[in-house]
């Protein structure tokens, strides 16, 4: 029995056409940032694939249907509904059950835009290893995901609050590209270095877009990563944000704070203690991940026709 899917319009034609789409996230609407700016934000990610040639589409579940692409009232009303569920990988076939409502993640996103037949994705901060996995063993469904999903994953890297280098080598361990940019390093979310080197950089999209053929023709189902840094002028200090999470994750255990809710809880956490400066840097990052996603993903599909 298929999983009930529903596009827009505009999508559906692109996806036709093989024009490029691309898929972003729902769950950083209602989770990653408080109304009325995840709204606002969300449209202006929808503007930037644009601009960088490429269809949108933002995936969400609506009444226990994926649906992929939002109009702008359907993000508005989204962004400013509280208690939307964030829904991963394995609570999608719960939800979907339900007939609920629900907020993707990347990796649930992932796997709707397989299933709608979209290979290019973007979101500014994936999931990781969690700092401290060694005991708590948090670590994100999306990079489990990547090992499953053929779709090429446009980013800024990883959010600063998780364990990068530990990041990096599970993507190695998993056999998952890593590819910068136009930059030697591995970007850490609103800060333009994560402090380690990436594994490899290209700066043409052709190549990226043939590299990223090649890893399917090659016979692997999963993603290939592709991180692009937040620009110099929107980006935060290292030496800035770095006290503020030391001291949002003393907070968070403090407070007992586990599991799936610990994402939100330590981004909020970090967007006090820098007054709000972390996550004006959030909202640029999104934006100009966004375009650079647009952009290649117009390379992939030229490729097509
Ligand atoms: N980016 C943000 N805030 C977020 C997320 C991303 O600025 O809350 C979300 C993404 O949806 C990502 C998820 O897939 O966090 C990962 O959550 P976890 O670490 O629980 O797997
Ligand atoms: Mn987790």
Redesign the pocket.
């Known amino acids: 029995m298929p999983v009930p899917l529903r596009f827009t319009g505009e999508v559906a034609d692109a996806l036709h056409e093989r024009r490029p789409v691309v898929a972003l ?1 729902s ?2 609407i209602t ?3 408080p109304y009325p700016d995840n709204a606002a934000t969300a449209r202006k990610v929808e503007q930037a694939v644009r601009a960088g040639g490429a269809v949108p589409a933002t995936i969400a579940v609506e009444d226990g249907v994926i649906v992929v692409g939002m109009t702008d009232d359907d993000i508005e009303r989204f962004a400013s509904t509280p208690g939307i569920p ?1 829904v ?1 990988s394995r609570d999608l076939p719960v939800v979907l059950a339900q007939g609920r409502r629900g ?7 992932l796997v709707a835009a397989e299933l709608a037949g979209i290979t290019f994705f973007s ?6 290893v ?1 700092r401290g996995a060694e005991r708590s063993m ?5 990079l489990i995901q990547f090992t499953r999903s053929p779709v090429a994953v446009v980013c800024a890297g990883a ?1 600063k609050i ?1 364990d990068l280098g530990l990041t990096l080598e599970y993507l190695e361990t998993q056999c998952v590209p890593v590819v910068s940019y136009r930059s030697d390093d591995f970007p850490a ?1 609103y800060c333009t270095s994560s402090g380690y080197r990436s594994p490899m950089r290209l700066d043409d999209d052709e190549t990226i877009a043939r590299a990223v053929e090649n890893h399917w023709a090659l016979g692997n189902r999963s993603s290939f990563l592709i991180t692009t840094p937040v620009r110099e002028d929107e980006a935060i200090d290292a030496d800035e944000v770095d006290a503020a999470i030391a001291g949002a994750i003393a907070a968070a255990e403090r407070d007992g704070v586990r ?6 809880y330590l ?1 909020r956490a970090v967007d006090a203690a820098t007054g709000g400066r972390s996550a004006q840097a ?1 909202m640029a990052v ?1 934006i100009s991940t966004a375009e650079v996603g647009g952009r290649l993903a117009a390379a992939h599909a030229r490729h097509l026709r």
């Open positions: 996230e769950n950083v989770h990653g940032l964030k991963s907020a993707l993640t990347v990796a649930s996103s979101s500014a901060g994936i999931g990781g969690h948090d670590i994100s469904s999306d959010k998780l979310f599991g799936q809710a610990i994402t939100k981004m959030n999104l």
